[in-house]
């Protein structure tokens, strides 16, 4: 259980160019999904938190016109790269939340990440 | 200002011995606390988590110590397995947010 799929697992683009990458949760409902991103040898910075029917919340220093973040669903969220410039060439990964409930605590469960070069 | 902190990069064990991972945080409103394994070009999967109302949790081959005193936390691997090789990370999570800060790694190299 608790699996979350990303899409497309790699993309090149052409500098200018939008890029849409896809996070389904694929056997839980998660109203909190979130989108990191990972430099060569780096640690995952949070990028944003993508709360279900609301508007994202972005971390300090994060662009929301140049990343946009869409929850239209329980089980979907998107992120997309809007003219993408090769210094957005990245790993991005997408995090569900999954609420076990009780005395359990929430815990992400994470998507295969989607590899961004940007040319 | 790195608030959970992985100060050993890299760490190189023998198969079979125990491996110990250690991550150190500053902030003392963190309450939950994981540990994640991650190969390269993938994303991270869960391993084991501990809330801060206990010292210790097992699973399997795999247990988290907290020490909220010393704001440190470790995970040992026992035993050590090849397929065990990858980069961890811990991270930790506060009351009311469902936000994780993550350590900056440790490369685990389990040797045959």
């Known amino acids: 259980g608790a699996v979350v799929s990303q899409h497309p697992s790699w993309v090149i683009c052409k500098s200018g160019t939008s890029v849409k990458i896809e996070c389904r949760s694929l056997?839980?409902?998660?109203?909190?999904m979130f989108w990191y991103r990972q430099f060569p040898k780096q640690s995952l910075m949070l990028m944003a938190t993508?709360?279900?029917?609301?508007?994202?919340?972005?971390e300090q220093g994060v662009e929301k016109d140049k990343f946009l973040i869409n929850h239209a669903s329980l089980t979907l969220s998107t992120l997309t790269v809007t003219s993408a410039h090769p210094e957005d060439s990245s790993f991005y990964i997408c995090?569900?939340?999954?609420?076990?409930?009780?005395?359990?605590?929430?815990?992400?469960?994470f998507g295969p990440g989607t590899r961004l070069l940007v040319l | 200002d790195q608030q959970v902190k992985q100060n050993s990069p890299s760490l190189s064990v023998q198969e079979g011995r125990i491996s110990i991972l250690n991550c150190d945080y500053t902030?003392?409103?963190?309450?939950?606390f994981l540990w994640y394994k991650k190969y390269p070009a993938e994303g991270p999967t869960f391993l084991i988590s501990?809330?801060?109302?206990?010292d210790k949790n097992e699973d399997g081959r795999f247990t988290v110590f907290l020490n909220k005193s010393a704001k440190h936390l470790s995970l040992h691997i026992v035993p050590s397995q090849p397929g065990d090789s990858a980069v961890y990370f811990c991270?930790?999570?506060?009351?009311?947010?469902?936000?994780?800060?993550f350590g900056t790694g440790t490369r685990l190299k389990v040797l045959a």
């Open positions: 902030n003392s409103m963190f309450d939950y």
């Open positions: 993508s709360n279900e029917g609301s508007k994202a919340t972005y």
């Open positions: 991270a930790a999570s506060g009351t009311g947010t469902y936000k994780y800060i």
């Open positions: 056997d839980f409902q998660a109203t909190t």
């Open positions: 995090s569900a939340l999954f609420l076990a409930g009780g005395l359990l605590q929430e815990t992400q469960y």
């Open positions: 501990i809330s801060s109302i206990k």
